[in-house]
């Protein structure tokens, strides 16, 4: 295939240079995932309107991605890049401060509106379709979790990690999804001062 | 208006005498909310469609629930019932054990697949409607977490009670919604020993 310049996104049919394949066309196709999934959610997603976003024919993005599944992890895999850096949170100092630094590291993903909005999309889809969990399944379990686990000392790490996950997920739920308050307006650092100790007991606490 | 025995269910535009209102009617209408709300999710249901499901007509589930918020949010509060009795599991017993009996408590909901599959179905609308969010919030923020904060004696109650009910949230998520491994399939026994003494911990550290 010859290489082409990014399409200028617009209505219709493309026309035959447009759906020429390029690293380019690539990193628009994967922008307009992104912009159609965090808008409409996995299940109203569609490659062909994915395809129309990006002013490509859709046979383009099964080249490049595959299945609209397969499109929605390449997608969330960018969405969710920032998260992904939380186990080296856990390296970067002792064990005795890892609930600290990972709460604090996940608060800070999520009070940014660069990084939550698309945190928030992930999260409606993978709660509403099954396809979309799988991929968010794969992502934290195998990305996320089984990294920090790999790092802990105690019995049933995994396990431990899950749980302690299942701490800054429930805050998460319920400040920025459902937005109850007291917790939606409480201070950040009035929650992470109780949330820490939490996360440190699950990952570290015989 | 007079007294009817409740429609059987069926296509079509139902007659005068099926529309005539009574407390069975009532019954027939919300039992059809709730199973339009918990296959469709709150955005794909309509007062139209749960009125054809109860085989009477819509003007008929405006007259006992108003609007289709209203309709959701009585359908909810009967699917979320036995939620609901968590508080008087905290009157139960001494405060030094409330964090074991709320966590037992709430996993009993959870893993009765009757009580489960509409809890489901809720937290679903609520991740993905701003409108069943808002009812959702005054469910467990009026209902639930208000009447466990009443009676603790810890400052800001109510900010605790949502961070000992976020860890119970997560878990929730992780385990039945997104089912992540091992903690989608660990025993609830091992799951239990290490959630309720961090809901103990919410609720009772100074």
Same mark, same amino acid.
């Given at each position: ?28 196709? #994967? %922008? %307009? ?13 569609? /490659? ?5 976003? @990006?002013?490509?024919?859709? %046979? #383009? ?17 960018? @969405?969710?890049?920032?998260a992904?850096?939380a ?10 401060? /890892?609930g600290e630094?990972l709460t604090r590291f996940i608060f800070g993903v999520w009070e *940014?509106?660069?990084?939550r909005?698309?945190l928030l999309?992930?999260v409606?889809?993978? /709660? *509403? *379709?099954?396809? @979309? ?7 934290i @379990? ?11 000392? /105690? ?5 431990? %990690?899950e749980l302690a996950a299942a701490q800054l997920v429930g805050v998460a739920m319920l400040r920025y999804v459902i937005k109850v308050e007291p917790l939606a307006s409480a201070d950040p650092e009035q929650v992470i001062a109780r949330i820490a100790p939490v996360v440190q007991s699950h990952?570290?606490?015989?």
């Amino acid at each position: 295939m010859t290489a082409a310049t990014p399409a200028p996104r617009r209505r219709g049919r493309p026309s035959r240079t447009e759906t020429a394949a390029s690293p380019a066309t690539r990193e628009v196709i #994967l %922008a %307009a995932a992104r912009e159609e999934f965090s808008e409409r959610g996995y299940e109203k997603t569609s /490659v062909r309107g994915i395809a129309k976003t @990006a002013g490509v024919d859709p %046979a #383009l993005v099964h080249h490049y991605f595959g299945t609209k599944e397969q499109v929605f992890e390449a997608a969330v895999a960018v @969405a969710f890049a920032p998260a992904l850096e939380a186990p080296s949170t856990v390296e970067e100092g002792p064990l005795e401060g /890892v609930g600290e630094r990972l709460t604090r590291f996940i608060f800070g993903v999520w009070e *940014n509106p660069a990084t939550r909005t698309p945190l928030l999309a992930i999260v409606r889809s993978a /709660v *509403n *379709n099954e396809s @979309a969990a799988a991929v968010f399944r794969r992502l934290i @379990a195998t990305q996320l979790l089984r990294r920090i686990a790999r790092q802990l000392e /105690v019995p049933d790490p995994e396990l431990r %990690a899950e749980l302690a996950a299942a701490q800054l997920v429930g805050v998460a739920m319920l400040r920025y999804v459902i937005k109850v308050e007291p917790l939606a307006s409480a201070d950040p650092e009035q929650v992470i001062a109780r949330i820490a100790p939490v996360v440190q007991s699950h990952l570290t606490s015989p």
